[in-house]
């Protein structure tokens, strides 16, 4: 269990509890959270979260540990004109594109920490990367690193300008997986199998090939070699896949691009 103790004694507020907030939620409470201590605030909060002993829409405490906040970026504005003055806390955002320096103006003297988490927070399988403001003291790192461990792995970044292609990677990366399942269940659709029969066979394969690249010690590059038959099944489609013209390097490059592009622009629009 993680110690979340200082979050326990003086609360933790997390604006917008939707799919990202309510992700990171679901894990905290998992890990011993105390649900009396998490003030929640978003207006049209699902019935899902009733009746776990949250403080929802409630007046804030004096002095919480950490108000996070997980509005969208083009909400920001509006969620951060209705939180009072606040001294002592450390604001953590997970919002893409938004600057740690926008959070400086509502939050003057405040520590601010930027987090790109990605949902599968809501399993503790996340990845979230962060980076604090020079008002945030390695304490303060210290406690949001112990909040995202807690629904998944932590890395710490060097400087800002990386959050817009982290985000464009892990943040937004779990849709392209879950595309990549899509259109593996449609192509052995094409192939003459029944639809739940492939997709059943594609999430499992990439679930269990997710696994493997986490728990084996050899890279990526050896475990597909691993699968890679000489004159086999795997280099025929690979042929296909691998195509530095048509195939997925170039397409994921112009993906992943755009993704982080799109972060600058939402962080340039405040
Ligand atoms: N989804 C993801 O995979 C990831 C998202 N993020 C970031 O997380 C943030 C939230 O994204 P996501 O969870 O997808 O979005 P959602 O729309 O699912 O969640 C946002 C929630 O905030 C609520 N809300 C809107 N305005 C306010 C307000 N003024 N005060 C309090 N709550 C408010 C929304 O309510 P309503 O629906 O009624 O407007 C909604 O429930 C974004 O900034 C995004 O960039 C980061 C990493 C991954
Ligand atoms: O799509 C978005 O903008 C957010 C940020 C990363 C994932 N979802």
């Not at 050899?218 to 086999?232: H, I, K, M, W, Y």
């Amino acid at each position: 269990m993680t110690d979340f103790q200082e979050m326990d004694r003086r609360g933790l507020v997390l604006v917008g509890c939707g799919r990202m907030g309510g992700a990171m939620l679901r894990g905290w409470l998992a890990r011993g959270l105390e649900p009396g201590a998490v003030t929640v605030i978003d207006p049209k909060l699902g019935s899902d979260w009733a009746d776990k002993g949250l403080r929802v829409n409630a007046p804030l405490p004096d002095d919480p540990a950490v108000l996070v906040l997980a509005v969208k970026p083009q909400m920001m504005a509006d969620a951060l004109g209705e939180l009072p003055d606040l001294r002592d806390t450390l604001v953590i955002s997970v919002a893409a594109g938004t600057t740690i320096a926008s959070f400086e103006n509502a939050f003057p003297d405040s520590p601010v920490i930027r987090v790109m988490p990605n949902t599968p927070a809501a399993i503790g399988q996340g990845i979230s990367a962060m980076i604090g403001n020079a008002a945030a003291t390695p304490a303060h790192l210290d406690l949001a690193e112990a909040l995202m461990r807690a629904v998944g792995r932590v890395v710490r970044l060097q400087s800002e300008d990386q959050m817009d292609a982290v985000t464009g990677l892990s943040g937004s990366g779990p849709a392209y997986v879950f595309h990549l399942i899509e259109t593996m269940a449609a192509a052995g659709e094409a192939q003459g199998l029944p639809a739940e029969l492939a997709l059943e066979l594609a999430r499992m394969t990439v679930a269990g090939a997710g696994a493997l690249a986490v728990d084996a010690d050899e890279d990526p590059g050896v475990l597909r070699e691993n699968v890679t038959s000489p004159g086999g099944t795997t280099a025929a489609g690979l042929k296909m896949l691998m195509d530095a013209e048509t195939g997925l390097p170039p397409l994921m490059l112009r993906t992943v691009a755009a993704a982080t592009a799109r972060g600058r622009e939402l962080g340039a629009a405040k």
